[in-house]
């Protein structure tokens, strides 16, 4: 029983460090969204290292898409391949990729989920 609970312990205190590492990384990209390009580069690809999943990237990308949009469409293809059947993922991607990409990603988005708000206009 308490290898057991050592176990679990050890188990937390991990999935907490990778939590505090992807925290860490998002504030990295967010705090650097007005350095040069390959300052927040850099930054981008920490953050894609940290963090599993798509939902960290995901924000990211919405964040940089007006400002910073090879950085946030970048982040947003990345997110995309993470989780292929993700409609969110896809409808980020298409308002953060170039219009040679945005319509397929719109396409993908409606195919997922075509009663969703984000994905009703061409």
């Known amino acids: 029983m308490v290898a057991l609970a050592i176990a679990v312990t050890v188990a937390l205190i991990g999935l907490e460090r990778d939590h505090d590492g992807c925290q860490d990384a998002a504030r990295s990209v967010f705090l650097s969204s007005n350095a040069p390009e390959s300052r927040l580069r850099s930054s981008a690809d920490v953050l894609a290292r940290e963090c599993g999943g798509a939902e960290p990237l995901n924000r990211a990308a919405l964040g940089l898409r007006i400002e910073r949009p090879s950085i946030a469409a970048r982040l947003a293809r990345t997110a995309a ?22 319509a397929a990603a719109a396409r993908r988005a409606r ?3 075509p009663l969703s708000a984000t994905t009703a206009h061409p």
């Open 111 to 113: 195919a997922l989920n």
């Open 81 to 102: 391949a993470r989780e292929p059947e993700s409609y969110v993922a896809w409808g980020i991607l298409a308002v953060a990729a170039p219009p040679s990409e945005a």
